[in-house]
């Protein structure tokens, strides 16, 4: 019986150290993007742009609140509408977490012919948060597929290293005709990495880009 004791107590005292390591500074993990939904392009929209908008998650992964970051009216309330649908996954495990999503409303531009993209820098935001959330620092537009008629929505779930750099891209929600033109712009982008406690740390950022019909034309 006192041998039972012992190994219970001891087990015990394991899994204490186990939850305090993981409450006070264990593994860390990022919340990440699982399933997503067409952004519609506002019909009455005249121009692309790019919206980033920060989704604020609750320890279980609930969207608490979606919080405007880069605003391009009125093409930011299709993005936050699409958004109040889609699935993430929790990050640290009962620990409130955020997420950047940057939708890229694309110009109808196939084979290249398009606008120049607009300067992107550092946007207001995290200041001395616990976790601040990866940020893109310069942008593209992706071009659209010469002689094909297909539109719609690319979501890319996008791995961002501590370094800033872009790890790896997974679609979370693709268009077969678009996807590739949509990977080959993000992997040229510029990330800032992800903070926490002042540490760089490798994270998730959503990229989708909204490819306008051809019926459209030149936006």
Request: charge should be positive.
């Amino acid at each position: 019986m006192k041998r039972l004791l012992s190994v219970m107590g001891a087990l015990a005292l394991a899994m204490s150290g186990t939850a305090a390591k993981a409450q006070n500074g264990g593994k860390f993990v990022p919340p990440k993007l699982v399933s997503a939904s067409e952004i519609s392009y506002p019909a009455n929209a005249n121009s692309p742009g790019f919206v980033t908008l920060q989704v604020n998650l609750d320890g279980n992964a609930n969207i608490q609140n979606i919080q405007v970051v880069r605003d391009v009216p009125p093409l930011t309330s299709a993005a936050q509408t699409a958004e109040q649908g889609w699935s993430f996954t929790a990050g640290t495990s009962g620990v409130p977490s955020s997420i950047q999503v940057t939708a890229v409303f694309n110009p109808f531009n196939p084979a290249g012919v398009g606008l120049p993209s607009p300067g992107l820098g550092p946007v207001a935001g995290g200041g001395s948060a616990p976790y601040i959330p990866a940020q893109v620092m310069s942008a593209s537009y992706a071009t659209y597929p010469p002689n094909t008629t297909a539109f719609g929505t690319v979501v890319l779930d996008v791995r961002i290293g501590s370094g800033g750099d872009v790890k790896r891209v997974n679609v979370v929600h693709g268009v077969a005709a678009l996807t590739g033109s949509a990977i080959t712009a993000v992997k040229t982008w510029g990330f800032s990495p992800a903070k926490r406690n002042g540490k760089a740390v490798d994270s998730h950022t959503v990229v989708a880009f909204v490819f306008p019909s051809p019926a459209l034309g030149s936006q």
